[in-house]
């Protein structure tokens, strides 16, 4: 996957977690559980979305480094076929 | 209308999904009702046909108002010996006496079955038609506002009488009204976000108040130590996709349900002035909405579901909810309630009793904090747990019980 594609699977699965969100005005670098107001559930649900769009099954050992956009765009890039 | 939740007073009837004839069966979903809170999947409790629908789409009625009339299994045919139920069925309608400029209607005096509810004298005996012809009161509404002249009609309902069904098709050629495509039925009765967000702000507003006007509560709380039930959850959801992890509030909301079940006193209704401990453990779970406010569906039967199926169950209802569409056997049904404000940052909630429920536990964020445990300081991940209880129901010996019961559950996470 290209990086675009990446974040653009990534932009996707918080727009289902968090439908009223307003994404485009979403900083790279923005805690993601703050801007968007995730909780748990919401969090465990968009990893379930990326794997389900990337194949890659983040442990939960490193979702610290899911916490902003750039995060899971270089983590899930590093690993994405 | 059922009641989905103790402080609701009226639904407004979205969507019919069965038609008249239709057989169903216990638990099939068989319409979607609007309340201030949401939209509520109604499930039957009977095996039957459906014989007819009372209340159309749109119309909001009281809690206690028949929706539809319903011919059990094992009951031969419409029959006229059915007099509850069509005592039941005319119940919803303000009274109506029979006009006496419509002599058909009447029962009339040549009847032969003998259960008909004894006639008045027909007054107008001579142009009277032959015709012995029962309706309900529901019908003769209809017929009036629909222009439709009953005595033309064939009657299907019990004994013949004429029902709403007969009217409606007389009226409209085409399928009867329930068998409208669900999308037009739904678009028009259900509120909009602003509306939904009013009414459940009145909704929490009402139920709280009346909780603390009556319910007197008394407070308690613990930390609990979440080291061995935090590792055993790392351990498990190692091993598991990442469609099956569990999370902690998972672990929490088993350990309340197995404390509910040892400290009944926790578990129940206060009615009529005296505590009814309920017989089964179906937990409430208060689920913010995005858009704002609160809501506490039952996650039923949590006392005897393993975790992942907890776990599996608990997403969905917080999927569901804040779609915005429950079932009624998850609203207002709840036997206690947890809320679990972690998520937020706080420490510590001191809850308020969702009435006719006697207690409320509460559970704030998971974090390391420091602990004393056999004379050495060590760090260890901490949760505050909190109830509320209403002490007409219990005593606060009882209520520290309940809360030991959840800490000790919690370090053996493994048998949760």
Redesign the interface.
């Known amino acids: 996957m290209t990086r675009e594609q990446i974040r653009a699977a990534v932009l996707a699965a918080l727009g289902d977690v ?3 969100a307003d994404l485009a005005a979403l900083a790279p670098g923005a805690e993601l559980r703050d801007a968007l ?1 995730l ?3 919401d969090f ?2 968009f ?2 979305r990326l ?1 389900a769009a990337t194949g890659v ?5 490193h979702y610290a480094q899911l916490a902003t956009l750039e995060g899971c765009i270089g983590y899930l890039a590093a690993r994405a076929a | 209308m059922p009641s989905l939740g103790a402080d609701m007073e009226a639904g407004t009837l979205v969507e019919w999904r069965v038609a008249p004839g239709q057989a169903v069966r216990r638990g099939d979903i068989v319409a979607l009702v609007d309340t201030d809170k949401a939209v509520i999947e109604v499930e039957i409790w009977e095996d039957g046909i459906v014989e007819e629908l009372l209340v159309p789409p749109g119309r909001k009625v009281p809690v206690g108002t028949p929706l539809a009339r319903l011919r059990g299994a094992s009951e031969a045919a419409p029959a006229p010996a059915a007099p509850a139920r069509a005592t039941a069925a005319v119940s919803m309608a303000p009274p109506e006496p029979a006009p006496p400029s419509a002599p058909p209607l009447a029962p009339a005096r040549v009847s032969p079955a003998p259960a008909a509810p004894p006639a008045p004298p027909a007054p107008l005996a001579a142009e009277a038609p032959a015709a012995r012809v029962r309706v309900t009161p529901l019908a003769r509404r209809v017929a009036r506002a629909l222009g439709v002249d009953l005595a033309a009609l064939h009657g299907t309902g019990p004994g013949g009488a004429i029902v709403r069904a007969d009217v409606e098709r007389a009226a409209a050629p085409a399928p009867a009204a329930a068998a409208r495509p669900p999308a037009a039925a739904a678009a028009s009765p259900v509120a909009g976000p602003a509306e939904r967000a009013a009414g459940l702000r009145r909704a929490t507003a009402a139920a709280m108040a009346r909780s603390k006007r009556e319910i007197p509560h008394y407070y308690l709380g613990t930390r609990i130590d979440l080291s061995r039930a935090l590792a055993w959850l ?1 351990a498990e ?2 091993q598991r ?3 099956e ?1 569990l ?3 998972a672990l929490l909301l088993r350990a309340v349900a197995l404390a509910a079940r040892e400290v009944a006193e926790m578990n129940g209704f206060w009615l009529e002035g005296e505590f009814r401990p309920a017989t089964a453990v179906h937990l409430g779970v208060g689920i913010s909405l ?2 704002g406010g609160l809501v506490a569906p039952a996650l039923r039967d949590a006392d005897r579901k393993p975790l992942a199926v907890l776990m599996r169950e ?2 969905d209802l ?2 569901r909810t804040r779609a915005g569409v429950l079932r009624s056997s998850e609203f207002g049904e709840a036997t206690l309630t947890v809320t679990n404000l ?3 940052g706080v420490e510590t909630v001191h809850g308020v009793i969702q009435p006719p429920q006697v207690a409320l536990v509460g559970f704030g964020r998971i974090a390391e904090q420091p602990w004393a445990e056999h004379g050495l300081l060590g760090v260890r991940p901490l949760v505050h747990a909190s109830l509320a209880a209403d002490h007409r129901a219990s005593d606060g010996h009882r209520g520290g019980r309940f809360l030991t019961a959840v800490d000790r559950l919690l370090q053996e996470p493994e048998k949760l």
């Not at chain 1, 099954?57 to 050992?61: G, I, N």
Request: glycine content about 8%; charged content about 30%; hydrophobic content about 40%.
């Open positions: 968090a439908p009223e107001d909780d748990s559930m465990l649900g990893v379930q794997a099954e983040v442990p939960e050992e | 790392a959801n190692a996709p990442v469609a992890r999370l902690p509030a995005r858009s608990l997403g917080v999927r972690g998520d937020q």
